[in-house]
């Protein structure tokens, strides 16, 4: 198991626990190309064996965990039984959102949200980590951000870079979109300590389209 850490910025030394990336470039005629679409997922998840071939490494979560004390929100849990459940089931323990623009490559969803702003992912901690770890919206801070008693504890990032085209016959560089999740070294350990060494892994998931109809999955 090896998770990409921060090496600059206010967030030096934090754990990259997931992250989401679409890559899109569209069809184009002189060379014939078709429009093609890139998805790459890694998310950390709790496991006693290999998941199935194809599987995503993300759960789905209520992106009111972000704005709402966990508490309020009607899941059932509390910090023991979360716990519990994270040292013993097999899960997922990042989670993609509905608050962004775009679902996964060829998988419908309800849009619930729509509006000009909106990130193309938004992804947030299992519930079951926001519970076992006792996070709480950060105070004073309207964004995607969480706190312990020590401070802030985890951020979700994101980011968006448009299609270039400097008009030669090169390949285009694909318009890019994607968000990632981060969290404090110290509960990064914890919630290590709680997965069991054994249990803690990082998913992988790449999946690409084209417009012939040609799709390829790894994990």
Known sequence: MAFARVDEGPHEGWVQIGLFERQRTPARRYPDQPARQLQIAVGLEALDDDPPPGTLPAC?????????????????LTTELAAEHISAADQALTALTDAGTAGLIDTPRPRTLSGLGLPVYVLAPAASVVAALGLEPTEGICGFSLSDATGEAMICRQWHGRLVHDGNYEPLLPAVAGADLLIRPDLFARLHDTIGAARCRAGVNVHHESADDTLDDED
């Open 60 to 76: 789905q979560a209520p992106w009111q965990l972000w704005t709402s004390p966990w508490r309020r929100l009607g899941l059932g």
